[in-house]
């Protein structure tokens, strides 16, 4: 019992930045827009935060420079993309190499540097309790977040009359367009929007995962978040399950080691992207029947005049 | 201004400009080339470290270069050949992968001195060299069996190759000496550098029940998640003390500057030859951080241990050493293991149960 | 006040021609500026990046060696973006096309198998990396897949595929455990054009692609067909041609040169399998492809520009102690110009003031 308890904390650690940077991407992505530059922004992120967090010795404050970071990022990318209608996929990869020089000029000057970790939740006798006590009230504020931030979207999208334009706009440009939506607009918004999630989610790396920064951190966190946006085929509720499934695979493949299970640990590594193959194809088959992918996807859209 | 000035200004401008060149010429050039970033805190940073060594013990007698991030692949060769040919006279590569490719560029440039580290191949004009860190395995496998309660030890494993092996095996050597029943829980992450993913092999050890840390990866998260749990732990590469200044025992650290002093003297001196050096405590190659987070009679174990060691009176590997399946392994060094054994080891002492992974 | 793109009538031959100097340009007041920001001489640094490694015969024979895989993989790219599909797999395709060819030169090793090892590897490696494109080409015309997010979900399986290769069955076995397979034979290698440089064939065969490419995108229906499906779809039905046809070609040809190029950098410049045999190779080919418009000579001329900047990047740290980080940012501010520039060719950048209503009378 303990150890599933420790098991679960350690996934829900190992997944919380990857389900940060990805509600980011699955709103961008519903907007009808591909940013490749996630893993750019969340490494930036990481060296903001962190140089906010050492400065300022809050954690908070750590949290918003790496916010801000991924937002100044995503206007790059948006005023390439959307204001200058260059194609998505180059300057979204154009945009992780300019994060990663940019990430390691600005942490340059935290070698050997440490700060102390986000504090987690305690409530006396919550916190306390056996078993669900720590999983559920003694987390890091950033885990939290995630969930919120999952729930406000899920609203967002499916109960508001903005998040029903934002889909429109993902799914049909022209029409929304020529009824009259701020195209572009909504996209600026939403890349911006996804951003800041990347540059939080970086900056957990330093603020709450391991407390300094190095370079390169972010070790293709930024990909595996590209990843389950597809798997969670474009919908909040199944990013969480797709978030904590490779957090769970992750964690347990470094436990099964230490059980002496002999799996290779590459096929453990490789099922979550072949299951994302498959969930593709399924639900690709089922279009008519309602699929969830943004049909503009990735497409450049300059309006008519 | 008169004919006399000029001609004598022109005449200083010019012995100037000699003289420059003739110092520039007189420089000894001394190339790095580092497999990461110099900030890892890790395994580049403490050659780093070694080169800033050099440069405040020659002054500008040298003039030292580096290149970061070069990857083993297709690129490293490339590298190492664009130092050599921008008149680097002495060229460090400080990665194993680096070897075959140090090896091609040594041959097109017989006149460049070659050094790399941790291989095991060598030419007139390249050298290898690399630590016993072993030696340090050992003494923290002592302290360990002392210190852990449970009797488990949890290793942080990067990849199955004979240095980290001999590590291990090291390591439960010694333990065993203490503790005859101590277990060992090994978890190979497959990376040098991620911490995220040595953070959470930390916890994971932590959680399956070993209560004292070790790690052959390279960053200081392993340390920092021992610290907040409360447990112990030792650095790798470098002190990492500040990352767990209650929970660090001891940490190898990887020392290379006297090394690099040496062999920098050696080129400018003209008697640089190709050689194999493993250097260990006694060398001061490795180095042990403080022992810090034990009681008293822990550390002086310790350091008698250390001291031992470095007077040749006790061998780490020392016959009969048993292997997994209760055989005595071949001692072919007299009374210990021969260096060939030991730098190409290839299997678990008795006592660990695991097997290397691909074997 | 606004800006607003508008769709030129055509192409604009004059920006097509002018926006890389331009790019080039305000990259290097960008540049001058963060040079001056951290102490070096701009004018030192620019030439060091641009020049020098244009000036001896050794940096230019590693300019073609960084480009040739850069240069096969884009030009397979730029069939695919031709005809408006999306692969960005090729670094997997790339990475399995290494595997497959690997694996004749790991079972031939030692053995005295003749010349027709290294033909053979080749081979295996395009079939392999063409196969590999199909699945998401594949999930595509049968299922309706997305392709971009196939291919790019199957790089990391390719990745994991050779990495468990290498670590476990094909391991050299006297290589201490090192995760690499023993060092290739001579008749599984790939010969080099001069003794004692680095140039290989593979920079010839990326030339050969090159102008392959020029003929088929210029002279053949097949190519006018690449390009009609992609400019005009609808026309292209009425026409008469199959898109999901040309869909299976376009990935098809495109993982079979990522693939080659996989196995020549195997079996060239590096000479055995190991991981972290491809820095990026698939990705950057991308902007590559972009970088040279989707048109061969463009792609090859493009390819042999980034790594110019990879092999600058290099002598900048050598030569001027310049952080490899700087030349990260340069990279990026590079691409970002270039390609913002190229978008004037397609579009005139207007200025309009506020409070008019843009949406109405469109369409």
């Not at chain 1, 190992?14 to 922004?41: I, K």
């Not at chain 1, 700060?115 to 056996?130: F, M, V």
């Not at chain 3, 590096?270 to 048109?295: E, W």
């Amino acid at each position: 019992m303990e150890l599933l308890e420790a098991i679960i904390l350690a996934v829900l650690a190992a997944s919380t930045p990857l389900l940060l940077a990805a509600s980011g991407e699955l709103l961008v992505e519903r907007a009808g827009v591909l940013n490749l530059g996630v893993e750019g922004m969340m490494i930036v992120g990481a060296a903001c935060g962190f140089a906010g967090a050492w400065a300022t010795g809050s954690t908070l404050i750590g949290a918003l420079c790496g916010i801000l970071a991924g937002v100044v990022l995503s206007l790059v990318f948006a005023l390439m993309t959307l204001g200058l209608a260059v194609n998505q996929v180059a300057t979204g990869l154009a945009l992780t190499i300019l994060g990663v020089g940019v990430s390691g000029l600005i942490g340059a000057g935290f070698v050997g540097e440490r700060i102390a970790t986000a504090p987690r939740l305690y409530i006396p006798g919550l916190t306390t309790l056996p078993f669900v006590g720590k999983i559920l009230f003694g987390e890091d504020a950033f885990v939290y977040v995630s969930l919120a931030l999952i729930i406000g979207m899920s609203w967002f999208l499916y109960r508001t009359r903005a998040g029903l334009v934002l889909r429109a706009i993902g799914d049909n440009h022209v029409s929304a367009h020529a009824l009259g939506y701020p195209v572009l607009k909504i996209r600026t918004l939403a890349v911006m929007f996804g951003g800041g999630c990347a540059g939080l989610a970086g900056a957990y790396l330093p603020l709450a995962y391991t407390p300094f920064f190095v370079p390169g951190m972010t070790a293709g966190r930024g990909w595996i978040a590209l990843a389950l946006v597809v798997f969670a085929s474009w919908l909040p509720g199944r990013l969480v399950i797709g978030a904590y499934l490779f957090g769970a695979v992750s964690i347990l493949q470094l436990h099964a080691q230490g059980w002496g299970v002999g799996v290779p640990s590459q096929l453990m590594s490789a099922l979550p992207y072949l299951a994302t193959v498959v969930v593709l194809v399924l639900i690709s088959r089922t279009r008519s029947g309602g699929s969830t992918a943004p049909a503009a996807l990735g497409t450049v859209f300059v309006p008519d005049r | 201004m008169n004919r006399k000035a000029l001609a004598a200004a022109a005449l200083l401008l010019a012995t100037g400009l000699g003289l420059g060149a003739a110092v520039a010429a007189d420089k000894l050039k001394v190339g790095f080339v580092y497999i990461g970033p110099v900030g890892d805190f890790g395994w580049t940073y403490q050659h780093e470290v070694g080169r800033q060594m050099i440069v405040k013990e020659f002054g500008d007698k040298i003039e030292t270069t580096y290149l970061e991030n070069v990857s083993e692949g297709p690129d490293s060769e490339r590298s190492i050949e664009q130092l050599a040919r921008a008149g680097n006279q002495l060229i460090f590569t400080t990665s194993f992968g680096y070897m075959d490719p140090t090896l091609k560029v040594a041959k097109r440039h017989p006149k460049v001195m070659f050094e790399h580290a941790t291989g095991f191949k060598r030419d007139k004009n390249m050298s290898s060299y690399s630590g016993r860190f072993f030696e340090g395995r050992y003494i923290q496998g002592l302290i360990a069996a002392k210190m852990s309660k449970k009797g488990v030890l949890g290793y942080i494993g990067s990849f199955p190759i004979p240095e980290v092996i001999s590590g291990i095996n090291a390591t439960m050597v010694a333990a065993q000496k203490i503790n005859p029943d101590i277990k060992i829980k090994i978890i190979w992450v497959n990376t040098w550098f991620d911490p995220g993913k040595e953070a959470d092999a930390a916890k994971a050890l932590l959680d399956q029940g070993a209560d004292v840390i070790m790690q052959h990866t390279d960053s200081p998260a392993a340390m920092q998640v021992a610290s907040e749990r409360g447990a112990l732990a030792f650095g790798q590469d470098s002190d990492m003390i500040k990352f767990g200044p209650k929970t660090q025992l001891t940490a190898v650290t990887n020392n290379w500057g006297p090394y690099y002093v040496e062999r920098v003297k050696a080129a400018l001196d003209g008697t640089w030859k190709s050689e194999d050096t493993w250097a260990g405590l006694k060398e001061k190659m490795v180095v042990m951080a403080p022992y810090t987070n034990m009681p008293d009679d822990v550390k002086k174990m310790a350091m008698d241990t250390e001291a031992a060691i470095i007077a040749g009176t006790l061998k780490p590997f020392k016959c009969p050493i048993m292997g997994q399946d209760g055989k005595e392994v071949e001692c072919k060094g007299g009374d210990a293991l021969d260096p060939g054994q030991v730098l190409g080891m290839n299997f678990y002492v008795k006592g660990i149960d695991d097997k290397i992974p691909g074997k | 006040m606004q800006l607003v793109l508008e769709k030129r009538a055509e192409r604009s031959t004059i920006i097509a021609l002018v926006s890389p100097v331009i790019a080039i340009g305000l990259t290097i007041v960008t540049m001058s500026i963060l040079f001056v920001i951290i102490g070096k001489n701009p004018i030192a640094a620019l030439n060091v990046y641009f020049i020098t490694p244009l000036t001896d015969a050794y940096s230019l024979q590693e300019l073609a060696v960084k480009a040739a895989p850069l240069v096969m993989i884009a030009i397979g790219l730029s069939l695919c973006y031709l005809a408006n599909v999306w692969n960005i797999g090729a670094e997997g395709q790339f990475l399995v096309g290494a595997v497959a060819g690997s694996w004749l030169a790991v079972k031939t090793n030692g053995t005295d198998a003749g010349v027709w090892v290294l033909p053979a590897m080749l081979l295996l490696g395009a079939i392999a990396g063409a196969l590999y494109a199909l699945i998401p080409a594949f999930c595509k015309v049968r299922f309706g897949a997305s392709e971009i997010l196939v291919s790019l979900m199957l790089v990391y399986v390719a990745d994991l595929l050779l990495d468990y290769l290498v670590r476990g069955p094909w391991r050299d076995p006297a290589g201490f455990n090192f995760p690499t397979t023993a060092e290739f034979d001579p008749v599984a290698t790939v010969p080099l054009l001069f003794e004692g440089g680095r140039l290989h064939l593979g920079a010839v065969i990326a030339l050969v692609i090159v102008v392959a490419a020029a003929v088929l995108l210029g002279r053949t229906i097949k190519g006018f067909e690449i390009r009609v499906v992609g400019a005009a779809p609808r026309a292209a039905r009425f026409g008469g041609f199959s898109s999901n046809q040309l869909v299976l070609l376009t990935f098809a040809i495109s993982g079979a040169l990522a693939g080659l190029a996989g196995i020549i950098e195997v079996a060239g410049p590096v000479g055995h399998l190991q991981p972290g045999i491809s820095p990026g190779y698939g990705f950057t080919a991308i902007i590559v492809a972009f970088l040279g418009r989707l048109n061969p000579v463009g792609i090859l001329i493009a390819g042999l520009f980034l790594a110019l900047t990879f092999i600058g990047g290099e002598q900048a740290q050598i030569a001027m102690k310049i952080p490899l980080d700087i030349t990260k940012v340069f990279q990026g501010i590079l691409l970002f110009y270039v390609l913002a520039c190229d978008s004037l060719i397609l579009y005139r950048i207007r200025l309009i003031m506020p409070q008019r209503k843009a949406a109405d009378g469109a369409a």
